[in-house]
């Protein structure tokens, strides 16, 4: 039975409203084991016999969709591949080492094409760090992340799909569910 964390998109942000014990029933109700959630901002932990991580996902959105009634994009990972984005450093302790923003990372459905790649980075400034490892880009702020500059919907187009965690969040989910 292997572990994976889905990161939700879109789940208690503009009025689409689910409580953890709906989103853990749901997981539940499309055949996963141990389902837990953590915080209420979409973190679903689920244990599953399955191995295709393409089948996992559309069994858990299909079964969510189902339960909740909306359509939830799921940014699948197993416990390995969240514990190796917890372990990540991609400023070299930048992330430690006093900006005001926290360390955040934009799970996306998948590692991005190397065009997508460039003009993503190219949009990087001093106040606003990004890199790319895999299907995760890191985005180091200098400040909250309302306050930046960063065009996030020109993020979205050219990398497609995402949902953000801050990197606690991930360190969190993992120490308590992945470790």
Avoid: C
């Avoid at 003009?119 to 992340?145: C, H, K, Q």
């Amino acid at each position: 039975m292997a572990r994976f964390a889905a990161f939700l998109r879109a789940i208690n942000v503009g009025g689409r409203r689910v409580t953890n014990d709906d989103l853990k029933a749901a997981a539940e109700a499309a055949g996963f084991e141990d389902a837990a959630t953590f915080r209420a901002s979409g973190n679903l932990i689920v244990s599953t016999g399955m191995r295709s991580p393409e089948r996992i996902t559309s069994a858990l959105e299909d079964g969510l969709e189902d339960a909740i009634g909306f359509e939830v994009p799921v940014m699948l990972r197993d416990a390995d591949a969240v514990r190796a984005i917890a372990a990540a450093d991609p400023f070299d302790g930048a992330r430690t080492a006093g900006p005001k923003g926290k360390l955040q990372v934009l799970l996306l459905e998948k590692a991005p094409p190397k065009k997508a790649r460039d003009e993503v980075l190219a949009l990087a400034t001093t106040d606003d760090r990004l890199a790319i490892e895999g299907s995760e880009l890191y985005w180091l702020p200098s400040g909250a992340t309302m306050e930046s500059e960063l065009d996030t919907k020109l993020v979205g187009e050219l990398l497609g799909a995402y949902t953000q965690r801050t990197m606690g969040t991930i360190e969190q989910i993992t120490s308590k569910h992945l470790s």
